[in-house]
């Protein structure tokens, strides 16, 4: 059975960091992603990479503070998140999918709230 369980949420100062982790079991992935969602807001993607590590996208806003990483031998993703602000507050969303493709990703963890106080 295939299951992403997320960990690392809290609450911070703005300024601060986070360090989330996404422990995948049951099978490898193409792709492993990190989405937040806001409350009121849509959800929004943050971070992706490919199991390679070759190809990293990160959203506008948070380039150059978050930095994706992984541990294959953990079959583990991490989202190492620095100079945050309270409007990184949410909840983060670990994702997969099979394939390095675009598309659908297939598998979602349960979300780690983050909250960042001013």
């Known amino acids: 059975q295939v299951q992403l369980v997320e960990s690392g949420g809290g609450l911070v100062q703005a300024g601060g960091s986070l360090r989330l982790s996404c422990a995948a079991s049951?099978?490898?992935?193409?792709?492993m992603a990190w989405f937040r969602q806001a409350p009121g807001k849509e959800r929004e993607f943050v971070a992706r990479?490919?199991?390679?590590?070759?190809?990293?996208v990160y959203a506008d806003s948070v380039r150059g503070r978050f930095i994706i990483s992984r541990e294959n031998a953990k079959n583990t993703v991490y989202l190492q998140m620095n100079s945050l602000k309270p409007e990184d507050t949410a909840i983060y969303y670990c994702?997969?999918?099979?394939?390095?493709?675009?598309?659908?990703?297939?598998?979602w963890g349960q979300g780690t709230q983050v909250t960042v106080f001013s």
């Open positions: 994702a997969a999918k099979l394939t390095t493709l675009p598309g659908e990703y297939n598998y």
């Open positions: 049951g099978r490898g992935f193409g792709t």
């Open positions: 990479m490919n199991w390679s590590g070759i190809n990293i």
